[in-house]
Nanobody, 114 residues
Framework: QVQLVESGGGLVQSGGSLRLSCVVT????????MAWYRQAPGDQRRRVAR???????DYEDSVKGRFTISRDNAENMVYLQMNDLKPEDTAVYYC????????WGQGTQVIVSS
């Protein structure tokens, strides 16, 4: 059974940085395309960054140039480095496969104050 555990969120001022981490168990991680998603209050969950099995990355337009997704296949980890954070980045952030698996972790809350 796949399990995902996100961490690293918090409260940060506009312009600040955070690094999110996610550990994945219960699957052959190195063969999976992975992604970070976020869900703001009253909004649907959206993918913001993806990293393919081979390491290719892509990003939602609103985070391009500010967020960087990476992975460590030896540790079954996926990361999201978030720089120059804006209030509109406030959301609960989740990692998952792309396409996503049948289960979600608890997410990690990011709050960006203006």
């Amino acid at each position: 059974q796949v399990q995902l555990v996100e961490s690293g969120g918090g409260l940060v001022q506009s312009g600040g940085s955070l690094r999110l981490s996610c550990v994945v168990t219960g699957m052959i991680f190195r063969r999976a395309h992975m992604a970070w998603y976020r869900q703001a209050p009253g909004d649907q969950r959206r993918r913001v960054a993806r990293i393919l099995e081979g390491g290719t990355t892509d990003y939602e337009d609103s985070v391009k140039g500010r967020f960087t997704i990476s992975r460590d296949n030896a540790e079954n980890m996926v990361y999201l480095q978030m720089n120059d954070l804006k209030p509109e980045d406030t959301a609960v952030y989740y990692c998952n496969g792309s396409p996503y698996f049948g289960t979600w972790g608890q997410g990690t809350q990011v709050i960006v104050s203006s």
